[in-house]
């Protein structure tokens, strides 16, 4: 997993209440299948022991099946178990709707890809060397824009201060605008939460309705995603979840972050879904149910983003290797409190992840969650 590819840098961290510590050796339980994968077994395992969070759960499907395999618990004060049915915050799994729904605006001509950004958002992007002329609507999804990541420069301190508190998009662009480009737009790539920031912004002035209503109507409903949610303002999980944990610095205590106002991750990473949810978005996805064949091809044209695992990046969709051959697409997403990653395969098998952990307190887990994933999509079946 690509540490800056988070929805919500380690740094904030907003610190609600202070929960207990966890029991050693949390159960591995699977709710379905009987054949023996010890190697996925081991690694949910070192996810809630050695790796520190409270629960993880994954979730595998393919054309004959689905199945679910929990590990440690939900809440660290009631000891509850993980759910397989749980929902949770995705972080930057959001970018993967955000940029489906802008694609679905090229197939319609409504938008063009390499189209400056000026055109749909004339005066927006200005300052510091930052220029919507010179910018592309696909340098925004691609993240080889240039525009400064806003995480970069959002205060802690102000988000302690209330962190139930709404942040106005357009305040958190005009915070990266501040400073000058990363370098200039399409000669590099780094990953950047403002480009999406301003993908929301476009699906708004083109269509005249919210991110979240476009992405409702054209992704949510059609696919009949019953626990996935654009929250907006709301501090609320619908339904079964589990609490979200930080730990900000080794050895520090966990701190119970469930409650925030995701406006201040907004169209980067503010959405609410499910395992169950996002495989079937992700099978839909990489099949074709969504978008078009050209806009498909253009989502699925990557660049290397220079990390030694030989991940690449797309439209708002990532493509890393296989240790059995092949590639799978997807996306991984971190948010206070929440760590997820999902990927599929384009032959119809998807597998999602999510630790009620982050930040955690080493880069461990961001390992362990992809080779779950990648543990998963090798295995010959979905029975766990």
Not at 171 to 200: E, I
Not at 355 to 379: F, I, M, R, W
């Amino acid at each position: 997993m690509i540490k800056h590819q988070r929805a919500l840098s380690g740094v904030l961290v907003l610190a609600v209440a202070v929960a207990g510590a966890l029991a050693a050796g949390p159960a591995v339980t699977a709710s379905t299948g009987t054949a023996d994968h010890d190697r996925l077994h081991e690694v949910m395992h070192r996810l809630t022991t050695v790796d520190g969070g409270p629960g993880a759960l994954i979730r595998v499907r393919d054309r004959r099946g689905d199945a679910v395999l929990t590990s440690g618990v939900a809440d660290v004060t009631s000891r509850a178990p993980m759910r397989g049915d749980s929902s949770f915050r995705i972080g930057s799994m959001t970018k993967m709707f955000v940029a489906t729904t802008v694609l679905q605006l090229v197939g319609k001509r409504r938008v063009v890809l390499d189209a400056p950004v000026e055109r749909y958002l004339p005066g927006v992007v200005r300052g510091h060397g930052n220029d919507g002329r010179a910018i592309t609507v696909r340098q925004l999804l691609q993240h080889t824009s240039g525009i400064p990541d806003y995480l970069n420069y959002l205060s802690l301190q102000k988000v302690l201060k209330d962190p139930l508190a709404h942040h106005d998009p357009h305040d958190l662009v005009n915070m990266a605008l501040a400073h000058p480009p990363t370098f200039k737009p399409g000669t590099g790539w780094s990953y950047s939460n403002t480009g999406y920031l301003l993908a929301g912004m476009l699906i708004e002035k083109v269509t005249g309705h919210t991110y979240g209503q476009e992405i409702r109507r054209r992704i949510i409903k059609p696919l009949r995603l019953r626990q996935t949610y654009v929250p907006g303002d709301a501090s609320a999980i619908p339904g079964p979840h589990p609490r979200g944990y930080a730990r900000p610095g080794q050895d520090a205590p966990l701190m119970d972050i469930t409650a925030i106002n995701p406006s201040v991750a907004g169209p980067s990473g503010s959405m609410i879904s499910s395992g169950t949810d996002l495989n079937r978005f992700l099978g839909a996805l990489v099949r074709g149910r969504l978008l078009r064949p050209a806009q498909l091809r253009e989502m699925m044209r990557t660049r290397p983003t220079g990390s030694p695992d030989g991940s690449a990046y797309g439209l708002g969709l990532e493509s890393d290797p296989l240790p059995c051959g092949g590639l799978y697409w997807g996306h991984d997403g971190g948010i206070l409190g929440y760590q997820t990653l999902g990927g599929a395969t384009v032959d119809g098998r998807q597998a999602t992840v999510m630790v009620n952990l982050y930040p955690g307190e080493s880069d461990a887990q961001d390992h362990d969650t992809k080779t779950a994933v990648q543990t998963a999509l090798c295995e010959d079946r979905p029975s766990l």
